[in-house]
């Protein structure tokens, strides 16, 4: 984002002063929860009992983590969310490598060989990004049932697929609108055909484009509660839904200390990727509320 | 037989017709400029030469072989496009041989076909820079070499120049010209600037609304325009459009505040002499009104002098432009540059008859 | 491209090329987006219960839901929810961005903080929300630690204001997002009408008055349609929250539609709660996409 580009009026210190402190005091509303939850994640369940949440650990302990990790009860066994954290990598990798790929060949063609009809393809595809999922639930159960892939990941990569698709074609179409036709007609006087105008000019410039779509897909799949809870079963329950299971069991002693860090664990993946490309994560949502 | 015929060409956009009935002949080693405001069907024309678009009737040769149902990679035809479409992803280098590697050729060849077409272009120092890492010139220079390099039968340009400024722009000019006599290859080129027009083409089409207007050579355009629209888009400053009167052997054109200015003809051409006592448009370009320093310049002929007020005076350094008004309309007169004459006097302007043309008023068609 | 090919079957797979490559694509979501809205419509004006079933029965579960104390508390819960959350998520966004874009030093730490909780999952934020909010343990607990006796905020338990409890989680996770929009319109204002504005003599409340908010109309637009769909999708949120209670009292449609189709065995009933659900989003993002559409070319 650019600098600001608005000229700046003569301003008093002070006013100066309450705006920062204005600034900080939001900055401290948006960080209190992540900060109770990793504060009180090392904490023993005694001392959150007894303590206060704003505090730091008197006895810093790393249990709950491994807990919340690899032993804590999730239905029947003691397993830890682990095998839930694997099961949303082996949704979330092939359903947002199948979408980007198919948004960008959807992309391409809806900018750079467009056809009558196009247009209200694209406007069925981008209404396709709003729909409440609610009006699918019901039938993607029986369809998921007929093909043999209910309560598998399988099943929630191809949920993930299709309902991703809508926005992975927007921000394609979006990137390659703006890029030049000329490139392309150049393209096709040199003999390259539909393929290799795709793979060898429109691909290699589009890295930033696709990190946008990745992260927003990555984000958005890691993050589906309603799927999970529809579709998947024990074995194929994403990190959300365990994570929902443990701190919602009615079972026994709540152990906070073990929900936090498992609720931390379930934002990790998404919190890095954000720490790491926060810009392209940006862009995302930008481009995922700006349409045309 | 012409090397590339254009045969009644049609091409319409849903119930639009942006080309209509479109036929042009040019021979081989020719340079055809389409030159027409913008909206004319010039880049459409050009596309369709290309392969880029389909046309929807008619037929497009190139030495007697239709062309019609080829891909634009078959036709062997280049193209230079007005943002030179270079790769970005690509350097120089690859962008030049990206259509060889395309067509199959091996390696070794491509990069000595570069090589020689880098040399002939003097952009060897650039082949292994990106294209955004390149000045216009040096863009434009790129462009033409991936064109050269395929050593096709035709070369399409679709308003190269344009984006470049104005000194750049000259300079590419030359380098053009320079290339096609050089290579001797056939060029169609698209442009909305008629002094490019002029100065490039052995032939001109200009284009309006999809229809040729006149088809001929720099000096047909510009000495014999066919209506009024040719007269007023090519020649800058524009040639001067002026209502008058049929009267006789003359045409009377009205003045403010002083008689009629009356130029008095040995013999009106026979349509014009149809309108008597009705409005012609009298068509005389800025260098055949002069001061009479400059009547020596002019090639001996029917001549008529009168005293006019001068509005306004425009040194441009080789010359002088004094306008002046005749028939309600701004005349622009170009007069030697030692004229010292001022603005709101009078001065002695003489007009070449000779260089005189005459057009309908309502249907812009030239009377002759 | 094979070269056996002969040129006309050439040309013609040249041509339905492009459209062969997004068959696929249209063809999934024809399928599953549009046939299932058709399936699902139909269920709605059948006599499903646990399984579908395709007897009609006509519009007997639109009248039955319309009776349903539960729905009509879920439609108001979804009112105060998505009025309140527009309205703060708008005002605290624009706010912010306005305050941000008066060249703070240090804007490129507290953008990302501000954004950050976009990229957590409704149920981390929901967790987190729910023992931060509880009185036992969170913000009441801590209060009274730090010697304020008398604190109370226990609306999380109280049937009347738990859903403003949903409000306040919901509102934390998206005005960040709805900050980082209006910076961006604000960017996008040339300078020179600002410089032009101070140079009539604006003071800077007018300035933002008169000229700049005004210029952010579209902005508004796509902050409304993008929070209004996720208001009236809300559904992680309020399940890891509140998970619906105390009683129902933070019920929503799409809570409303998941418990009524998959535990309580009523899936005519959910399948015409979707069906309204659907045409309350569609009323918002129809037009808006048409005229988005419609502006390009």
Redesign the interface.
Known sequence: ?????????G?GKLMRAA??A??IL??V??????F??LVNSVKTLDE??G????SLPEVFTIEPWLNAWSRAQIGVEPTGLSPYFINSIMMVVPAVAISTA?GA??G???TK?R?PGD?I????????C???????????A??LGMIGIAGTTSGLVLVH???G??FT?LFFRNYYAAFPDELIKAAKMDGA??WRTFTRILLPSSGPIIVVTVIWQF?NI?????FG??FADFDSMPM?VA??NL??SSTGVKE?NV??AG?VL??LP??I???VS?RY??RG??A????? | MSFLQIDKVCKSFGPINVLRDISLDVEEGGFLVLVGPSGCGKSTLLNTIAGLEKLTTGEIRIDGNVID?L?PAERNIAMVFQSYALYPNMNVGQNIAFGLEMRGMPKGERDAKVAEAAKTLQIEHLLDRKPGQLSGGQRQRVAMGRALVRNPQLFLFDEPLSNLDAKLRVDMRTEIKRMHQTFGTTIVYVTHDQIEAMTLGTRIAVLKDGVVQQYGTPAEIYNDPTNLFVADFMGSPAMNLIPATVRGNGVEMARADEDPLVLGFDQLPGDVAAYEGQEVIVGIRPEAITDADSRAAMRAGQQVTASCKIDVVEPAGADIYAITALGGKEVVTRLHQDWFGQANQHTELVFNLEKVVFFDPQSGVRLR | ?QPSLP?KAQ?TL?EV???L??S???F???L??????I??GY?SLTDSRML?SYDLEGFGNYANLWGQRNWLVALQNLAIFGILYIAICSVLGLV?AI??????RGEGI????????????????G??????LDPG??LE??MH??GWESFTFNWIKDRDMAIYTVVIAAV?QSS??VM??F??G??G?D?EI??AA?MDGAS?WSLYTRIVIPQLR?VFL??F??LA?LA??A??LV??LT?GGPGRATEL??TF??SY??TRNQ?GV??S???I??AM??SI??P??YS??R??R
Do not use: C
């Not at chain 1, 890691?222 to 309603?226: Q, V």
């Open positions: 984002m650019a600098r600001s580009t608005q000229p700046s009026f301003t705006l920062y204005v600034l939001f900055a509303y948006y960080l209190l929860p992540l109770v939850m959150i009992r303590g206060n949440m704003m198919l060949m959807n391409y063609v809806l060989w056809f247009k393809i694209f406007g069925l595809m981008l209404f396709a709003f729909i409440p999922f609610q009006i699918v639930l019901i039938p993607m029986r369809v697929v299709v309902y698709l809508g074609t055909g539909f984000t890691w993050n589906d509660f309603l809870a529809s959300t994570l929902n701190v919602s906070y929900h936090f609720a379930a934002a998404t919190l990727v954000y720490v926060g994560f940006v949502l930008m995922g509320a700006v349409k045309g | 149902d891909p | 491209m040129g040309a040249r090329l492009p459209r490559v997004l696929p694509s249209l999934l979501i024809l599953f987006v549009y046939g299932f809205i399936y699902t269920l579908p912010l305050l941000l874009d008066q060249k703070i507290l953008r990302p903080i501000y954004l950050y909780p976009m990229a957590l999952s409704f149920i981390v934020t967790t987190a929300w729910k023992w931060f343990l969170g607990n801590t630690l730090w934390w960040g997002f980082a929009m910076l961006a604000l960017r204002i300078s600002m410089k101070q800077r579209p796509s902050a349609v993008v769909h009236i999708k559904y992680d399940i890891a998970n449609p799409a539609m998941y189709t998959f899936m959910g399948a709660s979707a069906v659900m659907l989003i569609a993002i129809v808006y996409l988005e559409l502006e390009r």
